[in-house]
C-alpha cells in the first residue's frame, strides 16, 4: 500500500460507452496516456465496440476532443486479450453498465491484474461503494473508491470522491490532486450514501419535474424550454438530460433509490414511468442508440 505521494501517470478506463469514451477523451486531452477497455464485439472484431465509440466522440456535440488526432491516442483494448496491460496503469476507472452484478463479475476478472499500487475506481451514478468493494480482494480494497464524473466529463468540473471505509487516505489525496491539477476538476468528498450527493438531489428533482409533467400533462419540449434555456441552462433541461444520460442508465439509479430508501417520504417518486420503461424494452435508449425520448439528439 502506497504510503506516499506518487503522480498518476497512466490510466486504463473499463467501459467505452457514454461515459467511459468521453474520460478516456479527456484523459489523453490532458496528455495522460490512456487505455480504454470493453468487451470483445460479438462480430469477432475484439476491439470493435471500443472503436465504434472512439469513432463516436468525432460525432459528438460539444465535441469533447480537443484536437483532432486525440482519439488515435487512446489505446484500444479488450478483457480477453490486455488485462496484462492494467499493471502498468497508476489509475484504472471503472465505467461499465449501472448493474451491481456485472460491475462484481468484472471486479473478480481485473483485479488479479492490477499493478501493487494501482488505484482502483468506480464511475457508479450511486451504487454502494462499500458493497462494490466487497468483490475486491484485501489486496485491492485500500485502494479503491468511487470517483464520479458527470456527463460530459470535459466540460462538467465537479468530481465526486467516494471514499470505502477500507479506502486508505493516501490513495484519496493522489487521487484528489491529479483530479485538480492534471484534469483541472473540482472535487468534493461525497459519503457512500444512495447517489451520493449531485445525483440524489438532481435525480430527486428531475423525478419530481417528470411527475408533474404527467400531471399536468405538459409537454416535453415545453418542460425542457422551462427546465433548460429559462432557467440560463441552454444544454441541460429535464428529459434531453435523460436522452443524453441514456433512459437505461436513468432507470438503473433511479432503481438504486428505490432499493435502498425505503423510509424517504418521497420514496413513491422513485419510479421509473411506464412509456419510459417501454422505451427501454424497445431499445430506445437515448442518444447513444440515436432514438429515447427525442428521436434524434
Ligand atoms: P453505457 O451504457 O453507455 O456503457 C456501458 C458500457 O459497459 C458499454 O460500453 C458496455 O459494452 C459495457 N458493459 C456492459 N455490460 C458489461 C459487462 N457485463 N461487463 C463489462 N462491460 C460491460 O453506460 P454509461 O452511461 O457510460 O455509464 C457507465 C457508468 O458511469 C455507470 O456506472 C453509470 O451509472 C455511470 N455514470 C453515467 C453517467 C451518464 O450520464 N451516462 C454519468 C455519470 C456516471
Same mark, same amino acid.
Given at each position: 500500500?502506497? &504510503?506516499?505521494?506518487?503522480?498518476?501517470?497512466?490510466?486504463?478506463?473499463?467501459?467505452?460507452?457514454?461515459?467511459?469514451?468521453?474520460? /478516456?477523451?479527456?484523459?489523453?486531452?490532458?496528455?495522460?496516456?490512456?487505455?480504454?477497455?470493453?468487451?470483445?464485439?460479438?462480430?469477432?472484431?475484439?476491439?470493435?465496440?471500443?472503436?465504434?465509440?472512439?469513432?463516436?466522440?468525432?460525432?459528438?456535440?460539444?465535441?469533447?476532443?480537443?484536437?483532432?488526432?486525440?482519439?488515435?491516442?487512446? &489505446?484500444?483494448?479488450?478483457?480477453?486479450?490486455?488485462?496484462?496491460?492494467?499493471?502498468?496503469?497508476?489509475?484504472?476507472? $471503472?465505467?461499465? /453498465?449501472?448493474?451491481?452484478?456485472?460491475?462484481?463479475?468484472?471486479?473478480?476478472?481485473?483485479?488479479?491484474?492490477?499493478? $501493487?499500487?494501482? +488505484?482502483?475506481?468506480?464511475?457508479?451514478?450511486?451504487?454502494?461503494?462499500?458493497?462494490?468493494?466487497?468483490?475486491?480482494?484485501? #489486496?485491492?480494497?485500500?485502494?479503491?473508491?468511487?470517483?464520479?464524473?458527470?456527463?460530459?466529463?470535459?466540460?462538467?468540473?465537479?468530481?465526486?470522491?467516494?471514499?470505502?471505509?477500507? #479506502?486508505?487516505?493516501?490513495?484519496?489525496?493522489?487521487? $484528489?490532486?491529479?483530479?485538480?491539477?492534471?484534469?483541472?476538476?473540482?472535487?468534493?468528498?461525497?459519503?457512500?450514501?444512495?447517489?451520493?450527493?449531485?445525483?440524489? +438531489?438532481?435525480?430527486? #428533482?428531475?423525478?419530481?419535474? +417528470?411527475?408533474? /409533467?404527467?400531471?399536468?400533462? +405538459?409537454?416535453?419540449?415545453?418542460?425542457?424550454?422551462?427546465?433548460?434555456?429559462?432557467?440560463?441552462?441552454?444544454?441541460?433541461?429535464?428529459?434531453?438530460?435523460?436522452?443524453?444520460?441514456?433512459?437505461?442508465?436513468?432507470?438503473?439509479?433511479?432503481?438504486?433509490?428505490?432499493?435502498?430508501?425505503?423510509?424517504?417520504?418521497?420514496?413513491?417518486?422513485? &419510479?421509473?414511468?411506464?412509456?419510459?420503461?417501454?422505451?427501454?424494452? /424497445?431499445?430506445?435508449?437515448? #442518444?447513444?442508440?440515436?432514438?429515447?425520448?427525442?428521436?434524434?439528439?
Amino acid at each position: 500500500m502506497s &504510503q506516499t505521494k506518487f503522480n498518476v501517470r497512466k490510466v486504463a478506463v473499463l467501459g467505452a460507452g457514454v461515459m467511459g469514451a468521453q474520460i /478516456a477523451a479527456h484523459l489523453v486531452n490532458a496528455k495522460v496516456p490512456t487505455i480504454l477497455f470493453d468487451l470483445p464485439a460479438k462480430d469477432g472484431d475484439k476491439n470493435g465496440i471500443v472503436l465504434k465509440a472512439l469513432d463516436g466522440l468525432k460525432k459528438l456535440k460539444p465535441s469533447p476532443l480537443a484536437g483532432q488526432d486525440v482519439v488515435a491516442h487512446i &489505446q484500444p483494448a479488450n478483457y480477453d486479450d490486455h488485462l496484462h496491460l492494467l499493471k502498468d496503469c497508476d489509475l484504472v476507472i $471503472e465505467a461499465i /453498465a449501472e448493474r451491481m452484478d456485472w460491475k462484481a463479475d468484472l471486479y473478480h476478472k481485473v483485479a488479479p491484474h492490477l499493478g $501493487e499500487h494501482t +488505484i482502483f475506481a468506480t464511475n457508479t451514478s450511486g451504487l454502494s461503494i462499500n458493497a462494490l468493494a466487497q468483490s475486491c480482494p484485501d #489486496s485491492v480494497r485500500p485502494r479503491f473508491c468511487g470517483v464520479h464524473f458527470f456527463n460530459p466529463p470535459r466540460y462538467m468540473h465537479l468530481v465526486e470522491i467516494i471514499p470505502c471505509v477500507t #479506502s486508505d487516505a493516501h490513495i484519496l489525496d493522489n487521487l $484528489e490532486r491529479f483530479l485538480v491539477s492534471t484534469l483541472g476538476k473540482g472535487v468534493i468528498r461525497a459519503k457512500d450514501t444512495p447517489n451520493f450527493v449531485a445525483n440524489r +438531489i438532481g435525480v430527486f #428533482s428531475m423525478l419530481a419535474t +417528470i411527475a408533474n /409533467a404527467a400531471k399536468y400533462g +405538459i409537454r416535453f419540449d415545453v418542460v425542457d424550454d422551462l427546465t433548460g434555456p429559462r432557467l440560463g441552462r441552454p444544454k441541460s433541461a429535464t428529459f434531453r438530460t435523460a436522452d443524453v444520460v441514456g433512459l437505461d442508465t436513468f432507470a438503473h439509479v433511479v432503481k438504486t433509490m428505490q432499493d435502498t430508501l425505503p423510509q424517504d417520504p418521497w420514496h413513491g417518486l422513485f &419510479q421509473t414511468p411506464d412509456w419510459m420503461q417501454k422505451l427501454i424494452a /424497445a431499445g430506445a435508449l437515448g #442518444s447513444k442508440t440515436k432514438a429515447g425520448i427525442y428521436k434524434k439528439d
